[in-house]
């Protein structure tokens, strides 16, 4: 059986910073493109940041400069260094593992989620 496990949420002041981590088990983690998620209330769903298994790196606007995404299979591991948080980072975020592609725009499909990390950032 496949999961997923986040943690590293928590309680952080604007201007701070949170690493949020994602333990995989039950697939083989080196081969699949990874993502996290994020949902605030009242808010769509957003995908904030995608690595491909082959490190390929993509963000949403909102993010970029400040949020970092990084995998270690070895570990079988993945990470969203977060910087220079804002009130608006404010969702629960969610990792996934799933299919990427390149045509004439970047997707990528998530296959499995795990269950969530609250991130609250306020002074």
């Known amino acids: 059986q496949v999961q997923l496990v986040e943690s590293g949420g928590g309680l952080v002041q604007p201007g701070g910073s949170l690493r949020l981590s994602c333990a995989a088990s039950g697939i083989i983690f080196s081969t699949k493109s990874m993502g996290w998620y994020r949902q605030a209330p009242g808010k769509q769903r957003e995908l904030v940041a995608v690595i491909t298994s082959g490190g390929i790196t993509k963000y949403a606007d909102s993010v970029k400069g400040r949020f970092t995404i990084s995998r270690d299979n070895a570990k079988n591991t993945g990470y969203l260094q977060m910087n220079s948080l804002k009130p608006a980072d404010t969702a629960v975020y969610y990792c996934?593992?799933?299919?990427?592609?390149?045509?004439?725009?970047?997707?990528?499909?998530?296959?499995?989620w795990g269950q969530g990390t609250q991130v609250t950032v306020s002074s």
């Open positions: 996934n593992t799933g299919r990427s592609t390149m045509l004439a725009t970047f997707t990528y499909v998530p296959e499995y």
